[in-house]
């Protein structure tokens, strides 16, 4: 379940520091009852990124498999022999 903390939780930056750290998910921060801003564990953070650049290559992949700009391995192989006389 995701973590929330009121903003004024900030202060206490050590608590919070070990609360990132410990959690495994983003911790959303609230003002006035309401969503404010996100605080994130780096290493959580980096793999997100991580995730999201491969979801990233992995749409632009399909796509080029839909619009029809990619060859088959063997037919591209073969080609490449014959033209380097492999």
């Not at 009121?6 to 911790?27: G, H």
């Not at 999201?52 to 990619?70: C, F, N």
């Amino acid at each position: 379940m995701a973590q929330m903390i009121p903003i004024r939780d900030l202060k206490d930056t050590s608590a919070v520091s070990k609360l990132c750290r410990e959690a495994q998910e983003p911790i959303y921060v609230t003002k006035n009852g309401y969503g404010d801003m996100v605080l994130m564990n780096i290493e959580v953070y980096e793999e997100q990124q991580t995730r999201l650049e491969i979801y990233e290559k992995l749409a632009s992949a399909e796509q080029a498999v839909r619009d029809g700009a990619v060859h088959d391995a063997e037919d591209s192989l073969k080609r490449l022999r014959e033209k380097y006389h492999v």
